[in-house]
């Protein structure tokens, strides 16, 4: 199974401010995903990266948000401006073999 | 629309019973269908996946059940352990690797 590290673990913000949250597989990918899950609530996808573009992005995934991969290893979820709305558990995904996905252990995003 | 659900928010089953975690799915044309448990605190880990073209996987321990006529996936753990309390979600492929997760049912183990 694929490995995944993110950084930080949690993260604190004041409303306004941005963040970047990181993502580190083991070895090399070409697919990438972000998901957000609520406290509580169920996994929802953001958005899917492929060969430095995206692909596919949910009504979530608006112009506050970017993605990308900055040095060809490290891939990157930018909020450019967090809402109160914004804190979850953000996790990041790389594709293995047969289309699986395998989550990182996901950053923890409180916005105050 | 996007819609993958669970049929019970909660289920407590004893040490050594088998356990049957059901999810209903609405996209018809999905054709991959991932199940994943989630302990506090941790991502998402895949346990087990099916294709369309199956109706039954096994795995250790753990079997998946598909029934697209009536949109139905199940996941059925034998023997139930204490560490396989956690919360498990289906999941549904919508394509370009988009994973669509039902609400998730909390597995409890009392011994």
């Known amino acids: 199974e694929p490995e995944v590290t993110q950084t930080p673990s949690h993260q604190v913000t004041q409303m306004g401010q941005e963040v970047i949250l990181r993502c580190v597989p083991i070895?090399?990918?070409?697919?990438f995903y972000w998901y957000r899950q609520i406290l509580g609530q169920k996994v929802e996808f953001l958005v899917s990266?492929?060969?430095?573009?995206?692909?596919?992005k949910s009504e979530i995934f608006d112009d506050q948000f970017s993605v990308e991969r900055p040095d060809g290893s490290n891939f990157t979820l930018k909020i450019r401006s967090t809402k109160l709305e914004d804190s979850a558990m953000y996790f990041c995904a790389i594709q293995g073999s047969q289309d699986t996905q395998y989550f990182g252990p996901g950053t923890r995003l409180t916005v105050l | 629309g996007e819609s993958v659900g669970l049929h019970l928010p909660t289920l407590s089953v004893q040490e050594g019973d088998n356990s049957i975690i059901n999810c209903a799915y609405s996209n018809s044309a999905s054709d991959y269908f991932i199940w994943y448990k989630q302990e506090s605190g941790k991502g998402p880990q895949f346990i087990i996946d099916i294709r369309s073209n199956m109706d039954k996987r096994q795995g250790q321990r753990v079997t998946v059940l598909l029934n697209k006529t009536v949109k139905h996936l199940s996941l059925q753990i034998a023997a139930t352990q204490p560490g396989d309390s956690a919360v498990y979600f289906c999941a549904e492929n919508f394509g370009l690797g988009k994973l669509i997760f039902g609400q998730g049912t909390t597995l409890q183990v009392k011994p």
């Open positions: 070895s090399n990918h070409l697919y």
């Open positions: 990266f492929y060969n430095n573009e995206i692909s596919e």
